[in-house]
């Protein structure tokens, strides 16, 4: 007859801030947690000079690192245009060996302390599994549009002013700045966009051989009018041929421009592309004009996934940040388990110009947990569609509607870039 092996209780770990010559073994362990595929040398120096170490932290059981997480510090784009502080959790994981052991937890409650005694009244990330962070109180704020354009098939048509934008091939690292200076200039002007600190300009230009899968090297085109850079996209070219003939894929990294005939010039140059028949996008903003330019959307492949999930960690600060597409003056009952200081009644009075949001003890209007208005925050997901999933609850007659339609954006937000 065998023996019944029965657990043992487990050692005590350490939880403390990550110093700079524990970064090796703490990456490692985070590679090792994502199925232990070393990553390009270029990506792992790159994730090195990127990392705030007095920001990340590492769980020890011994000298082995058994647990991982990191908080970039970012600016974000809410509605209204502000830049206002969030930390960017990313790194985040638990050895394989160390799984129930409320490792995970741990460190998100650790987390999230920090970040509010940084004043920052936000937390993002992007979920390897979006099934994870809700229990944080993290909601699904943006959406991302993947999609390929079957170019033998689809036809673009322009606007007028197209034909007298100028396109150049240009070396990707030797125009860096002029692309991110267009960058710079569409930041404030959808929410989600992340303002780039020093360092993050690199992270488009990342382009390591073994990553390629075929590819060429990145290309970059910019758009020119009047010597001015206007637009850039930066892209690969897969060739693939078969007894017909070419069926090559381009590659979409990203494409940004100031003005609709520089965009469309640039979109019209990469379905044009010789011995190609696809455009291939794996993250684009769910209303991205390009839609509107083919002939026919059917034959694009369109799929939306989730991107950007927003947690409201300092709740009075980070609804006053933004502003309202229309006057709302709404009593929230708020319920937040994980972060408590945050629950109970709020007070939300704001318009286009600005907004005040105080604890009160009036009668509350809605009730919702922090994971909705985090999921509502950026103005692309409705309280009105949250509760037809009976995730908020409307307690006044008519405030439902006021708060949804003040929630709203203008333009969907996205999140250009992972971190």
């Not at 070393?38 to 790159?46: A, G, H, Q, T, V």
């Amino acid at each position: 007859m065998g023996t019944v092996a029965r657990n043992t209780p487990a050692e005590p770990t350490e939880l403390r801030v990550l110093r700079q010559d524990e970064w090796n073994t703490w990456y490692d362990n985070l590679v090792n947690a994502f199925g232990g595929v070393p990553e390009p040398p270029e990506e792992r120096e790159l994730d090195k000079r990127l990392t705030e170490c007095d920001r990340s932290l590492g769980v020890w059981d011994g000298d082995a690192c058994v647990g991982t997480a990191g908080a970039f510090s970012f600016r974000l784009t809410v509605p209204g245009g502000a830049s206002v502080p969030a930390a960017g959790i990313t790194m985040v994981s638990v050895a394989a060996t160390h799984r129930r052991r409320g490792i995970l937890t741990s460190m998100m409650r650790r987390q999230l302390d920090d970040v509010r005694s940084w004043g920052e009244p936000l937390a993002v990330l992007t979920a390897s599994e979006p099934v994870i962070y809700g229990r944080f109180g993290y909601g699904i704020a943006t959406m991302k549009t993947t999609a390929e354009i079957d170019t033998a098939r689809v036809r673009l048509s322009v606007p007028p002013g197209t034909d007298d934008v100028r396109l150049r091939f240009a070396d990707p690292a030797a125009v860096r700045d002029q692309c991110e200076a267009v960058y710079a200039r569409k930041v404030a002007g959808r929410p989600g966009m992340l303002a780039r600190r020093p360092g993050w300009e690199d992270l488009p230009l990342l382009d390591p051989e073994s990553a390629r899968q075929g590819s060429s090297p990145l290309q970059c085109v910019l758009a020119e009018r009047h010597g001015e850079v206007v637009g850039y996209t930066r892209y690969f070219v897969k060739p693939e041929w078969d007894e017909q003939g070419p069926k090559g894929t381009v590659r979409l990294r990203d494409l940004e421009a100031l003005d609709p005939a520089s965009y469309a010039a640039l979109w019209r140059y990469l379905c044009d592309i010789d011995l190609t028949g696809k455009v291939a996008m794996h993250n684009r903003p769910v209303d991205d004009a390009w839609q509107h330019l083919v002939s026919d959307i059917r034959r694009c492949a369109v799929q939306q996934h989730d991107s950007l999930h927003v947690r409201l960690v300092d709740l009075g600060a980070a609804l006053e940040a933004r502003t309202y597409q229309t006057p709302v003056d709404v009593v929230f009952e708020v319920a937040d388990a994980f972060c408590p200081w945050n629950e109970g009644s709020w007070r939300l009075t704001g318009d286009a110009k600005g907004a005040s949001c105080k604890r009160t003890s009036e009668p509350a209007d809605l009730a919702l947990s922090v994971r909705e208005l985090g999921a509502a925050y950026l103005g692309g997901v409705s309280l009105m569609s949250l509760a037809g999933a009976g995730r908020v609850r409307e307690l006044r007659a008519g405030a439902l509607a006021e708060a949804s339609l003040a929630f709203g954006s203008t333009v969907a937000p996205w999140l250009p870039h992972g971190f």
